[in-house]
């Protein structure tokens, strides 16, 4: 068990390609800690550093106080669960778990009662005498997480664990995966691609984009306070909704109807010397059906025409078109759409999906009122994908 | 249902006869051939009328064919550790290493692999003779371990490929130096690939006759295959056909054993379960 701090940690390929930039993270003992962004923004790559399978091309790692870049992996005390999980394919379950600490030079019996206990927990007694090949994906997913618990290392590195398990798979393998960090309090970095998973797991989550951190923070902060347009759209299911505004005196003029703007919000604002063009961000869970909502509840109350609605029994999804969306899109936005697969579906129009109580009557094709909650509102400068509205910008 | 899966079946059972048959065929008339008396060689039967080992006992008898069975055993098993080990390292490298040159080096083997044995004879023959190898087993070696490289790097470098490399990391960071990793997890794992790669290595040793026939002229570097064509029948009135035949099936033997005792390794597959799929 072990801190494990990241000061500076770059990486650039031989090809000059710079695939993480810059990481400062400090990981506190015991601590579980997601890295999360859409493919090719260098979560893996700073986790095989941490690893010690990637040369750290500038900055310092240490764990436990040590300064490890220039270590082996083997002299790092780390254990790591991989995406294919690795299993050595002519080892038996038994084989497989005990083969660090065969290589550890623990005595027979020592690592045999480790093993014997790790399958305990992870429910694999009966299979310890089998080969990999005969396992199903999740008892091979539960030997490589027995692989690394049977070393009781310094902290756990996971890429991707769950990813190549089925959805229920992948969901009941979570839960276990939580409670079975909870119970052994080993220092863990796990990596993902899944928002879901990064919220559901981890006590805090580093978003990362081309290499970048773009925010450190609790799962809800992430999610209340996001500090710009890529963390405000990745985190959060479904994503959240971003419309154009423009800016005319004291108010936004966007498609959901004129947002009176908040005192503090103003002045941050004028600070940021922000265009008259702006991006509202607006989750879909700031919208229900007027019917439905307290009449002296602040908000607005627009009309639009709802393409699709989606009852999943808890709630009610509903769908509508901005349709002189102005693509101001910046390259986060499109990043986003593409992460989403969005940019594959060749909508036309800008689509704005909103969240409803399952009471609602709105109807497919039909025109409706919508409500939504103008005090929950994101705004974003285009240039920069900045939140204006951020507590840090507020001057909060 | 039932009765179709069974006409199936015979179809199949059917087509194997007939292939086996068709393969086999060659071998039988070689070997009922060997177990002729000289008397009834040319009787045109497919199985001898009366059963003799003259012929064995007489190929045995003189040093020509047991001199040429150690070099060819010697030769051949020499030329095959070399061609495997250096094939190994070569491949291994090939697979998973990035390094310039790569594309040159893969090249320079298929080339040479392409390259027609019969036109390297006479320049052979000339070196050999100038750095005084000729009729020598390192004159035999060297050319067999040429041409066998290309032939292991390609075999085996198609094999390292289907090694998952996540298990070379996930040994590494269990603790492993790369030398046990690849000790423990990547050479068992690649020990299909290796005897695959090794059969196929001395079985072309082991069947060459152009290089044995040109670049030999005495017994102290002859393989069996070269030796064969010096036979001589008792009189020189009489064709040496039934010491020929002895000596094939002879020399098939070994290559029978050494299939025989690797074939369990041969098993292909034995990597799936590594990763998911």
């Known amino acids: 068990m072990a801190e494990i701090v990241l000061e500076g940690i770059t990486k650039r390929f031989p090809d000059g390609a710079l695939a993480v930039r810059d990481v400062d993270l400090t990981v506190g003992d015991g601590e579980f800690v997601i890295l999360v962004g859409p493919s090719g923004c260098g979560k893996s790559t700073t986790l095989n550093m941490i690893a010690g399978l990637e040369d750290i091309t500038d900055g310092t790692l240490r764990i436990d106080d040590q300064v490890v870049n220039d270590k082996a992996p083997k002299d790092r005390d780390i254990a790591m669960v991989f995406q294919s999980y690795a299993l050595y394919p002519h080892m038996t379950v038994r084989e497989n778990m005990g ?112 290499g970048v951190v773009q925010q450190v923070g609790t799962p809800q902060y992430l999610y209340d306070e996001p500090r710009n347009l890529f963390v405000a759209g990745f985190i959060g299911s479904p994503a959240m909704n971003f419309l154009h505004a423009t800016l005319e005196e004291n108010t936004l003029r966007t498609i959901v109807g004129d947002i009176p703007l908040a005192a503090d919000v103003r002045q941050s604002l004028e600070r940021q010397n922000a265009p008259r063009d702006l991006i509202v961000g607006l989750r879909p869970e700031a919208f229900e059906d007027p019917a439905l909502v307290d009449p002296g509840r602040p908000g607005n109350t627009f009309s639009t025409t709802v393409d699709v609605v989606e009852s999943l029994g808890s709630d009610v999804y509903a769908y509508f078109t901005e349709e002189d969306w102005q693509p101001t899109a910046t390259s986060e936005l499109e990043e986003l759409a593409a992460d989403s697969g969005l940019s594959e579906t060749g909508a036309s129009g800008h689509q704005v999906v909103v969240r409803l109580n399952t009471a609602t009557r709105i109807r497919e094709g039909s025109r409706a009122e919508l409500w939504v909650d103008t005090s929950r509102i994101h705004v974003f400068d285009p240039r920069t994908g900045v939140n204006l509205t951020h507590h840090e910008n507020r001057g909060g | 249902m039932a009765g179709a899966g069974e006409r199936h079946l015979t179809g199949w059972a059917l087509t194997n006869t007939v292939v086996i048959a068709y393969a086999l065929f060659p071998v039988w008339w070689i070997a009922a051939l060997s177990f002729k008396d000289p008397s009834t060689l040319t009787d045109g039967n497919f199985v001898p009328e009366k059963w003799t080992l003259e012929n064995y006992r007489g190929i045995f008898e003189t040093s020509e064919f047991t001199r040429a069975l150690i070099n060819s055993i010697g030769i051949a098993l020499i030329a095959t550790v070399i061609a495997v080990v ?97 000790r423990l997890v990547i050479a068992p794992l690649a020990a299909p690939g290796v005897f695959t790669t090794a059969i196929l290595v001395f079985i072309f040793c082991w069947n060459d006759f152009l290089f044995a026939i040109s670049l030999t002229s005495t017994t102290r570097a002859r393989t069996v295959p070269a030796a064969i064509a010096f036979f001589t029948g008792s009189s020189q009135f009489q064709q040496p056909t039934g010491s020929i035949a002895a000596a094939a099936v002879v020399i098939t033997i070994p290559i029978i054993v050494f299939v025989l005792l690797f074939q369990r390794r041969i098993v292909a597959g034995l990597t799936s379960g590594a990763v998911k799929g």
Do not use: C
Request: positive net charge; proline residues 6%.
């Open chain 1, 99 to 210: 083969f660090a600490l065969r290589l550890a030079k623990v005595d027979k019996t020592t690592i045999r009662s480790k093993v014997e206990e790790a399958a305990r927990i992870l429910d694999l007694t009966v299979h310890l005498d089998r080969k990999p090949a005969n396992l199903s994906g999740g008892q091979r997913q539960r030997v490589a997480m027995g692989r690394a618990i049977v070393r009781d290392p310094k902290a756990f590195l996971m890429d991707e664990p769950l990813s190549n398990l089925d959805a229920k798979l992948r969901v009941q393998m979570r839960t276990q995966i939580s409670r079975l960090q909870q119970r052994l309090g080993t220092t863990t970095v796990y990596v993902t691609h899944d928002q879901t998973e990064a919220m559901t797991l981890g006590d805090r989550v580093v978003v990362m984009r081309s």
């Open chain 2, 86 to 182: 250096l094939g190994t390292m070569a491949a291994y490298a090939v697979a998973r290493l990035r390094f310039p040159g790569k594309k040159v080096l893969i090249g320079m083997s298929l080339l040479i692999a392409m390259f027609p044995p019969i036109s390297l004879v006479s320049p052979l023959f000339n070196i050999e003779r100038i750095l005084g190898i000729f009729d020598t087993w390192p004159g035999l070696i060297i050319p067999y371990m040429t041409f066998s490289l290309p032939l292991a790097i390609y075999t085996l470098s198609a094999f390292f490929r289907e090694i998952p490399w996540d298990l070379e990391k996930a040994a590494k960071v269990d603790g492993a130096t790369p030398a046990q990793a690849f």
